[in-house]
């Protein structure tokens, strides 16, 4: 069992950046993909990117160029680097893992507003 915890959501201007870090309670280095979804209010959760462990990426048509996405496999972290802010980009972002089975954080809630 793994537990997975996000951190570093908030309140941004549109144009900001953030920065979200997903830490494991344990090794995700058998973890074979890693990556985060979103689900705003109303909407299906949908996926924002992910990485695999051999560092392969795949994005969202809607983030590509303004977010990146890395895995520390030594510090049992995944990131998401959001650049270029929109109001769009307001949901709540989920981390998740696929091992021998799937795994989810709580959430963390990214709000983009002026």
């Known amino acids: 069992q793994v537990q997975l915890v996000e951190f570093g959501g908030g309140l941004v201007q549109p144009g900001g950046s953030l920065r979200l870090s997903c830490l494991a309670s344990?090794?995700?280095?058998?973890?074979?993909?890693m990556g985060w979804y979103r689900q705003a209010p109303g909407k299906e959760r949908e996926l924002v990117a992910r990485?695999?462990?051999?560092?392969?990426?795949k994005y969202a048509d809607f983030v590509k160029g303004r977010f990146t996405i890395s895995r520390d496999n030594a510090k049992n972290t995944v990131y998401l680097e959001m650049n270029s802010l929109e109001v769009e980009d307001t949901a709540v972002y989920y981390c998740?893992?696929?091992?021998?089975?799937?795994?989810w954080g709580q959430g963390t809630q990214v709000t983009v507003s002026s």
């Open positions: 998740y893992g696929d091992g021998s089975t799937t795994y």
């Open positions: 344990r090794s995700i280095f058998s973890i074979l993909v």
């Open positions: 990485i695999t462990s051999g560092g392969s990426t």
